[in-house]
């Protein structure tokens, strides 16, 4: 399995931006789409953004035209810039590889937690 670790995470004011970053185990050029979840309190885990090896990016419509995912194929590293931060975007953060069938699959890391409050 590809192993993740997440980082940038913390508290910060409504409109304020926060950049969240994980380290990925494996080139990222192996793995064909990487994705930034994140799971609130008493909700599921859900998916906010994918990056695919070709450069293709989809986002929810919860988080679209505010938040951007990027990868550094150099660094191994993916990025999540997250700009105009709301309260309902506090939540744990978690990048993983988004599965296909027979792909490399990742396993789930302790997250980074955003809270996004005055």
């Known amino acids: 399995q590809v192993q993740l670790v997440e980082s940038g995470g913390g508290l910060v004011q409504p409109g304020g931006s926060l950049r969240l970053s994980c380290a990925v185990s494996?080139?990222?050029?192996?793995?064909?789409?990487m994705g930034w979840y994140r799971q609130a309190p008493g909700k599921e885990r859900e998916l906010v953004a994918f990056?695919?090896?070709?450069?293709?990016?989809r986002y929810a419509d919860s988080v679209k035209g505010r938040f951007t995912i990027s990868g550094d194929g150099a660094e191994n590293t993916v990025h999540l810039q997250m700009n105009s931060l709301k309260p309902e975007d506090t939540a744990v953060y978690y990048c993983n590889v988004v599965p296909v069938p027979g792909g490399l699959r990742g396993s789930w890391g302790q997250g980074t937690q955003v809270t996004v409050s005055s």
């Open positions: 990056l695919t090896r070709g450069g293709n990016t």
């Open positions: 494996e080139s990222i050029f192996r793995l064909n789409t």
